[in-house]
């Protein structure tokens, strides 16, 4: 099984970042190659859908489900569900926002999933997925 985990030091109050990174529907504004999304359902068990656009090498529609939520610790957790244009299988993810003081946070997005593939080039395009998508994310909340 495949693990990424990255972090992300942002200056900005946990609460901004968190209502940002948690917004369920907001992806495509921080995901690079994330398409509009769409929601069905509120809370835990919705379903968000959006398609890759080309440049991502994986094209077309991925769906997540969202696992667990909690706003008091700042921390949700999701899973791809369905055909994914990704070759993954059993892809489970998780970020949480810590409060480190009145102005800064720190952002952590983790992920587990199998491949038949090199997991190293899919371990390596992951953690740049997920370091660009924090920078974007502190660019928007800074």
Wanted: glycine share 8%; charged share 20%; proline share 4%.
């Amino acid at each position: 099984m495949a693990k990424v985990s990255v972090k992300k030091v942002i200056n900005a109050t946990a609460h901004t970042v968190w209502e940002y990174v948690s917004n369920w529907g907001g992806t495509s504004e921080w995901i690079p190659g994330v398409g509009p999304v769409t929601v069905e359902g509120d809370g835990v068990g919705a379903i968000r859908s959006a398609d890759l656009a080309p440049e991502t090498g994986f094209p077309g529609r991925i769906s997540e489900r969202l696992e667990s939520y909690d706003n008091q610790v700042m921390a949700f957790s999701y899973s791809v569900i369905g055909d994914s244009p990704i070759p993954i299988t059993d892809y489970l993810a998780s970020m949480s926002v810590e409060k480190l003081s009145n102005n800064t946070c720190e952002v952590t997005w983790e992920s587990t999933w199998e491949t038949e593939l090199d997991e190293s080039e899919l371990i390596a395009a992951f953690e740049m997925l997920y370091s660009i998508s924090l920078d974007n994310v502190a660019k928007a909340t800074c």
